[in-house]
């Protein structure tokens, strides 16, 4: 991955993040923006070793729940193939976390490393007692949050990244 310079308004988030000390004492280099409309989602997966392990998110426009599931094991793995029954997302389903609107979501340790994360593609969520972090949200059990579109920043800091700047010119 190359460096490359993040605009002043994101540079300043970064720093202002990083300076509660998620990185390691070094300054988040890597911001990625996603968009999600009422009705989208993001599979579960593993942000995986490219990054340092914590990630730092906000959450713009709408609220939305981060799902967390349960990997599948290796021995389910080899258990599955050789039976061809799976678990089920829902199976393996672990708790889920409420991102209000100009929230701050800070993951880190076994939650970034040992579960998988992902957003269902749905247009509105139904609080239950599986939402770990209610008690400080607005929201309560029983509420229903009709999806708006939402726009996260997902600022993290990438350890190892390339300074080089390479020019890529036209042949002529
Ligand atoms: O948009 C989000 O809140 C989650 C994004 C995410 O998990 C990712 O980009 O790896
Ligand atoms: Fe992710």
């Keep these: 991955m190359m460096a490359e310079k993040l605009p002043d308004w994101l540079q300043m988030y970064a720093e202002r993040i990083s300076s509660y000390g998620v990185f390691g004492g070094n300054i988040a280099n890597h911001v990625l923006v ?6 989208e989602g993001i599979m579960p997966h593993e942000d995986g070793p490219m990054y340092f392990p914590t990630v730092t998110t ?5 609220h939305t729940l981060l ?8 021995e389910q793995q080899r258990a599955d193939e050789q039976v061809t029954t799976c678990q089920t997302e829902q199976d393996r389903h672990f708790l889920s976390l409420l991102e209000e609107p100009r929230s701050l979501l800070v993951l880190s340790g076994d939650m970034y490393s040992c579960y998988l994360h992902g957003i269902r593609p749905a247009a509105s969520d139904f609080i239950t007692e599986n939402v770990a ?16 579109t939402r726009v996260s920043l997902t600022i993290r800091y990438v350890p190892k990244v390339l300074k080089t700047t390479i020019a890529l010119g036209r042949r002529k």
């Design 58 to 62: 906000i959450s713009l426009g709408s």
């Design 67 to 74: 799902d967390f599931y349960h990997p599948v094991g290796r």
């Design 34 to 39: 996603n968009e999600y409309r009422p009705g």
């Design 133 to 148: 972090n209610i008690a400080s949200c607005d929201s309560r059990y029983g509420d229903t949050l009709t999806r708006e």
